[in-house]
């Protein structure tokens, strides 16, 4: 209930630009995940890290399931089973999907203050194709362009290719 | 319903070459089941099934790009070159009838055109095993970091030697059990290091490995071993499983089981496993300069009498980008074929491919394999950033390279000849071990030593008698009659082979 409550909370000024100002987080970060995509699965622990890390620096968080079959039930038991503690939102009309204009799971977009996109890709570079993964990560992409934007800077890196798998077109 | 065709007749009609349009149960399901269903099902290796339509469609994008760039089905020998069994990969025309059906919107179609679904034998996939051993306890495999490789003990008890047709492994969490050897030790030195971190098993490839029964790769259906063909699995062996762990994103408890499919009657021929280069590449002069992006290790063997091979396999880490194996016959005796070639090595695809006939090579045969590695920043698999020198090594971030070739002697009275000449591919080895014991001056107090090691005072030296070191080597340059042990005329031969070094006849 209060995953829902955050979400709708959190969507709300992105649907209505003007009603955001203030108090607002610095940047929120939608995370596009799938229950059954491995790629998204493996970065469950990145992802309870990240809001560890950057939750009490005004950037939020939001995992999204674009994905107009699914669950709540489904998606609960995703969640318990990773030990994911983000709020999360199902897309079922891939409202959110055009909004970041994302492809894929896991892809993550970094909205600033105004609702622009600063950035938007890869959460770092620990897979390079499918089936080929680094022992640890080397690019840190989110990480580096959150803390750009902590730093009142413009992250250097604004776009990467995703990888993962690709988001369904509603029927 | 007037809507329905409206739409229908707007909609750019997908077809085939013939002019049919492409649908699910017509056109795409035959491919889902015969390439997919087998791992991508409830309780297989893959992360989702793919055994109705929604299961595919919900899927379908990602499906045309994982077929398209031929990542799925996994699949890494080039079948193009060697015909092989079991051969799982989709044709250039599958592959585009997949990429049109999902640019065409994913139609469905008449489920009456679809084939029945492939049915899978529940359980035990060769009847109930003759032998079923489970890990004693779970491991657990963390949410995250990197690949795991862990050994497990399984101590068979076994009270006489018996012959292996067959293993089938099943993991408790097989998405995350990438692949496992199977390999034995009767030295008992694999159970004294288990456990010994606080945790099932160990790591690191220290134990004295004996044999081996087989190994698992996800989607590899277990097979009996050919005619009267079978592994030896000598009495007092322990099985230890090596296992190579994915973490998927959530903790995971492994606890496999294994059963084994036994036989009492030792086969007529033994199957022989030809490795080139020997012994994983330990000699094979690997030592990856740090950034060298195209290093290459090759090595030949020349075959004593006519084989009848089965089965080919590679072995190498995360540096090793390509493979090759080729037979060459003898002058006038036909033209070179490729035996295996793996464009692209992954060490997470490490299956067996087995011939799709027996093939005959005759003796005189050349049988070369040329590997490659990438030690540069560019590979992304490069377990070192930056990159490190890499040498030989058992761990998996050191390398290895080699490629086996399993199969038998075709006239059976020439077995020890092809064994003669396998002993001879490792003179290397043994040209180091004649140095270790001519500067130990083996020689001049060789009664005295042969005395002190038979502890159980048998004038024969078994193995767990012989120096934990040398004793691969000295087992292999002296056991003629293959007991893994040393008795008084392999003893003798070891005092002539040291008086010959001494004097210089042989190094």
């Given amino acids: ?171 | 319903m007037k809507a329905f065709f409206a739409l229908f007749l707007l909609a750019p009609l997908p077809v085939l070459a013939d002019g049919e349009p492409v649908t699910y149960h017509r056109d795409i399901a035959p491919i889902i089941y015969a390439h997919c269903t087998s791992c991508h099902r409830e309780g297989e290796s893959a992360p989702f099934p793919l055994t109705n339509y929604s299961e595919v469609s919900r899927k379908a994008r990602t499906i045309r790009r994982v077929t398209g760039d031929r990542y799925m089905p996994p699949w890494h020998a080039n079948s193009e070159v060697t015909e092989f069994l079991n051969v799982r990969r989709l044709t250039a025309e599958q592959i585009s009838r997949i990429d049109r059906w999902v640019s065409a919107g994913k139609p469905e179609g008449d489920p009456a055109d679809a084939p029945d679904a492939p049915v899978f034998t529940e359980g035990w996939q060769l009847g109930e095993p003759d032998l079923i051993v489970t890990m004693a306890e779970p491991y657990e495999v963390p949410a995250d970091g990197p690949d795991i490789y862990r050994n497990f003990v399984l101590p068979l008890d076994l009270a006489e030697d018996k012959w292996v047709k067959a293993v089938e492994l099943r993991p408790s969490a097989r998405g995350v059990v990438h692949h496992s050897l199977f390999h034995l030790d009767d030295s008992g030195t694999a159970r004294q290091l288990d456990g010994k971190d606080g945790k099932p098993g160990f790591s690191g490839m220290s134990f004295r490995r004996s044999g081996s029964i087989g190994t698992y790769v996800p989607g590899a259906s277990p097979r009996k071993l050919p005619g009267d063909l079978a592994r030896p699995l000598p009495r007092g062996s322990d099985l230890v499983l090596s296992t190579h762990f994915h973490p998927s994103g959530k903790p995971e408890l492994e606890r496999t089981t294994v059963g084994i499919y036994l036989t009492d009657t030792p086969p007529a021929r033994k199957l022989e496993e030809l490795q080139v280069p020997p012994a994983f590449g330990r000699k094979a002069g690997i030592d990856i300069p740090a950034g060298e992006a195209n290093f290459t290790i090759r090595d030949s063997f020349t075959l004593p009498v006519d084989v009848e091979a089965y089965s080919v396999s590679g072995h190498a880490h995360y540096l090793c980008t390509t493979m090759k194996m080729t037979a060459t016959p003898p002058e006038g005796q036909g033209p070179p074929r490729i035996l295996l070639e793996i464009p692209d090595w992954d060490l997470d695809w490490q299956d067996t491919y087995f011939f799709a006939e027996p093939l005959v090579l005759t003796a005189g045969t050349v049988i070369e394999s040329v590997i490659t590695y990438d030690n540069s920043r560019d590979n992304p698999e490069n377990p070192h950033n930056p990159p490190k020198r890499v040498k030989w090594g058992r761990e998996s971030t050191d390398e290895m390279g080699s490629i086996t070739l399993a199969g038998v002697v075709l006239h059976s009275d020439e077995q020890r000849e092809l064994r003669l000449s396998l002993q001879k591919q490792r003179t290397e080895l043994f040209a180091a071990l004649g140095r270790t014991l001519k500067d130990k001056k083996v020689l001049a107090r060789l009664p005295a030593i042969v005395k002190r090691l038979d502890r159980n005072d048998n004038g024969i030296l078994e193995e767990s008698e012989l120096p934990r070191r040398l004793r691969e080597a000295l087992l292999l340059r002296l056991d003629q009659d293959g007991d893994k042990s040393l008795d008084g005329s392999e003893i003798e031969r070891l005092e002539k082979w040291l008086a010959r070094i001494e004097t210089g006849d042989e190094s």
Avoid: W
């Avoid at chain 1, 005004?58 to 489904?74: G, H, M, R």
């Avoid at chain 1, 939102?89 to 993550?108: C, F, N, S």
């Avoid at chain 1, 934007?149 to 993962?164: E, M, N, W």
């Fill in chain 1, 1 to 171: 209930m209060t995953s829902r409550f955050f979400a709708l909370l959190l969507a709300f000024p992105l649907l209505c630009p003007s009603l955001a100002q203030g108090a607002e987080p610095l940047a929120k970060v939608m995370v596009f995940v799938a229950v059954d995509c491995p790629i998204a699965n493996r970065y469950a622990p990145e992802l309870n890290r990240l809001r560890e890390d950057y939750v009490g620096k005004k950037i939020e968080f939001l995992l999204v399931y674009p994905e107009p079959s699914l669950t709540e039930n489904e998606v609960n038991q995703h969640l318990a089973d990773h030990a994911l503690t983000l709020p999360f939102m199902i897309d079922r009309r891939h409202r959110l999907v055009k909004q970041a204009g994302v492809t894929t799971t896991p892809e993550v977009a970094v909205f600033g203050a105004s609702d622009e996109i600063l950035y938007r890709g890869k959460i770092d570079n620990l897979f390079s194709d499918y089936g080929e993964r680094r022992r640890r990560a080397t690019e840190t992409y989110l990480r580096d362009a959150l803390d750009a934007i902590l730093r009142g800077d413009k992250p250097a890196i604004s776009t990467t290719d995703p990888i993962g798998c690709l988001i369904e077109e509603l029927p």
